[in-house]
């Protein structure tokens, strides 16, 4: 069991190290090349951050399916002021993917990463969320939801029962009854 936890440790330092050296080439590279009127090419500094839309009224709430989460793990801050919920199901396809040296694997693990840091600390029940603001990113104001009791929405007829999809939908459906709005 020591040799796995020691395994998993030098993986997830080693992810760390390539993602830092990584965000450093990005910082330092990030500058766009434009054209000018005679069709010469010239560097040009940062662009702008496009201004924000703010949306009145009550955030949205998105239930987000594993392929989402280890397509890009930096998705859970990318919904601005809107909510987030993750169904068991999710969490458990996450936690199956994060053996290995793909890609995805290395995903499932940085996701793993920023949730163990969203829920380290939070003092309350989860029932009521994690502002997505707590690790310091300001562009975000939702709060994440996990999924805390099991489902008694039944499936719709035809679809298979034990699923991960299946059962994320009947979590939806569920959601869609049970929460305001």
């Known amino acids: 069991m020591e040799t796995h936890a020691t395994e998993w440790l030098a993986d997830?330092?080693?992810d760390l190290s390539?993602?830092?050296?990584?965000?450093?080439?990005i910082k330092t590279d990030h500058r766009t090349i434009t054209?000018?009127?005679?069709?010469?090419?010239?560097?040009?500094?940062?662009p702008e951050k496009p201004k924000r839309i703010v949306r009145t009224g009550p955030p949205s709430l998105f239930v987000l399916d594993t392929n989402v989460l280890m397509h890009d793990p930096s998705s859970l801050f990318r919904f601005s002021e809107h909510d987030l919920f993750l169904p068991m199901t999710t969490l458990e396809e996450l936690d199956n993917h994060k053996k290995g040296m793909t890609e995805?694997?290395?995903?499932a693990r940085t996701v793993s990463r920023s949730l163990d840091q969203l829920v380290a600390g939070t003092s309350g029940s989860l029932d009521e969320g994690i502002p997505l603001n707590k690790l310091g990113n300001q562009d975000v104001s939702g709060r994440l939801f996990f999924q805390?009791?099991?489902?008694?929405?039944?499936l719709p007829?035809?679809?298979?029962?034990?699923?991960?999809?299946?059962l994320i939908l009947a979590v939806v459906s569920e959601l869609q009854k049970t929460r305001k709005g």
Not at 35 to 46: H, P, Q
Not at 157 to 166: H, S
Request: aromatic share 0%; no cysteine.
């Open 12 to 14: 997830t330092e080693e």
């Open 148 to 154: 805390t009791k099991l489902t008694t929405q039944a």
């Open 18 to 25: 390539e993602a830092e050296v990584a965000l450093a080439k």
């Open 157 to 166: 007829e035809g679809l298979p029962e034990g699923k991960g999809d299946n």
């Open 104 to 107: 995805v694997a290395r995903n």
């Open 35 to 46: 054209r000018n009127e005679r069709g010469s090419k010239s560097i040009a500094s940062t």
